[in-house]
């Protein structure tokens, strides 16, 4: 009987790629998916440490997992419970002394050597920690998965092309969990994609902790940019559409701020996080932009491309921020219109240097600024969505939606879109007019002939 392994995903787009790649790794070693927890063999839960709710909502899914595994043991059955991604980055050994349920804590940069660490467990039956950051390259190791395994997971597709943070905000953990800023070969990256592609992906989506700062190395031996990766990878046949993300307001460089409006494939949405509209919370944030900066460069890409939809992501409540921190959020907000947006409450990290600093605010307080922050983000979001009414747009075709006949796809500016899409199919690029706008979708009925 073959082995089943199920793997739960919490946080970001890199985790779901990891997540992924973990699968295709297991799949190497005869593992086939399962379900949910019941079922497997192997439970590895891919964590996310960004916020203190993601990693207690960890600790508390071990619980469970602890009485999943006695019940499989009264009927004779193992289970090997494995905890990856930056909560195990971060907590090595102290997981296993406050969670004795887990086997195996394995960093994100060591995935591709989970079959050793799963042999040795089985062979030893010892619980490991294996969080160091090797030498050797993770990407060239990892097994690929074949082309009906991809095809399986749909017409879209994450691929990381940079990892790790050398940037320090001082808020964040991810330099930590994730190490310095390390960027993929250009061959690696083309292969996978071309891969991809094969198997009828349309869409890919570029991925990195701060993916505009790529330079990686390419073919003729120099340091290519991320506009430059996206120009080659534009070029390979069956890719419809790039995208990229998350991007660092520091690293938005000519090329690329360019390259929307010279590379067809590259869609109109640009996620740039900016955090506050304060200048004084920015400089104790360690962003090293100022307020001025953020504006005048979302000037420069909507000069580039005017109907750009522009995304972000915002803090409130970090240590010190005063009404009027607060109330410069909120005119940065108003002057850059936002298509989309994510906003935090401040969350202290252990070993961070926000965590320690004086003035720390309020949770009531930080829970009332996000919930006016979060109406205004909502109101713009309703106001680019209702913008598009009656305006045609080409959608790619994802998946089919609730109701006989319908399908969901996305626009170009990452809104999903309803549609009757009776003989269409999942990977077809439709022209649709908008003719309805909703809380988190759109509607739109295809182009008839003119
Ligand atoms: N590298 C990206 C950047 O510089 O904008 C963001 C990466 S981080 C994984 C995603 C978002 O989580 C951040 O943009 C920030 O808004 C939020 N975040 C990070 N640390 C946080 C903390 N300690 N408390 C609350 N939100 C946090
Ligand atoms: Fe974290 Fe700042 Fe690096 Fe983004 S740029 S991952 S927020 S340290």
Do not use: N, Q, W
């Given at each position: 009987m073959t082995k089943k392994a199920y793997i739960k995903t919490y946080g970001c787009q890199m985790n779901v790629y990891d997540s992924q790649r973990m699968s295709d790794?297991?799949?190497?070693?005869?593992?086939?998916?399962?379900?949910?927890?019941e079922e497997a063999d192997l439970v590895i839960l891919n964590t996310c440490h960004i916020r203190e709710k993601a990693a207690e909502k960890v600790y508390s899914e071990i619980g469970s997992l602890r009485r999943l595994k006695k019940t499989r043991a009264g009927a004779g059955?193992?289970?090997?419970?494995?905890?990856?991604?930056?909560?195990?980055q971060a907590e090595g050994e102290e997981m296993l002394r406050r969670a004795p349920a887990v086997d195996l804590v394995i960093g994100p940069q060591i995935y591709h050597r989970l079959p050793e660490l799963v042999t040795r467990?089985?062979?030893d039956r010892e619980p490991i920690v294996a969080t160091e950051f090797p030498l050797e390259d993770k990407f060239d190791r990892l097994a690929q998965p074949a082309p009906h395994v991809t095809r399986a997971r749909g017409v879209t597709a994450f691929l990381t092309v940079q990892e790790g943070c050398d940037k320090f905000c001082t808020f964040c953990v991810v330099p930590y969990t994730r190490g310095a800023e390390v960027s993929r070969p250009v061959a690696q990256i083309e292969a996978e994609a071309r891969s991809l592609a094969e198997a009828g992906v349309r869409e890919i989506t570029l991925l990195g902790q701060n993916v505009n700062a790529y330079h990686g190395r390419g073919p003729d031996g120099e340091i290519w940019s991320l506009a430059r990766l996206l120009a080659r990878l534009a070029g390979l046949g069956g890719i419809e559409r790039l995208r990229f993300t998350t991007s660092h307001p520091r690293d938005m460089s000519e090329d690329l701020i360019a390259a929307f409006r010279h590379n067809a494939k590259l869609m109109p949405y640009l996620h740039l996080p900016v955090q506050s509209g304060s200048d004084r919370i920015l400089k104790a944030m360690n962003r090293r932009h100022r307020v001025r900066d953020y504006l005048r460069l979302i000037e420069r890409i909507r000069s580039s491309r005017s109907d750009i939809a522009v995304s972000g992501d915002f803090i409130v409540g970090f240590p010190g921020e005063t009404e009027e921190d607060f109330a410069a959020t909120l005119e940065l907000v108003r002057k850059v219109e936002y298509a989309s947006a994510f906003s935090f409450k401040y969350s202290p990290r252990p070993g961070t240097p926000a965590a320690e600093m004086a003035f720390q605010i309020d949770d009531a307080i930080a829970a009332e600024r996000l919930q006016v922050l979060q109406?205004?983000?909502h109101r713009q979001r309703h106001a680019f969505n209702a913008a598009c009414l009656g305006r045609r747009m080409d959608?790619?075709?994802?998946?089919?939606?609730?109701?006989d006949g319908q399908l969901i796809g996305r626009s170009p500016y990452l809104q999903a879109i309803h549609i009757d899409g009776r003989g269409h199919r999942i990977g077809d690029?439709?022209?649709?007019?908008?003719?309805?706008?909703?809380?988190n979708s759109l509607s739109g009925h295809i182009r008839m002939a003119a």
């Open positions: 790794v297991l799949a190497s070693m005869g593992y086939s998916p399962s379900p949910g927890p059955l193992d289970t090997i419970v494995a905890i990856a991604g930056c909560v195990a467990f089985v062979r109406d205004l983000l959608i790619l075709v994802e998946k089919p939606g609730r109701h690029m439709v022209t649709v007019t908008i003719d309805g706008v909703g809380a």
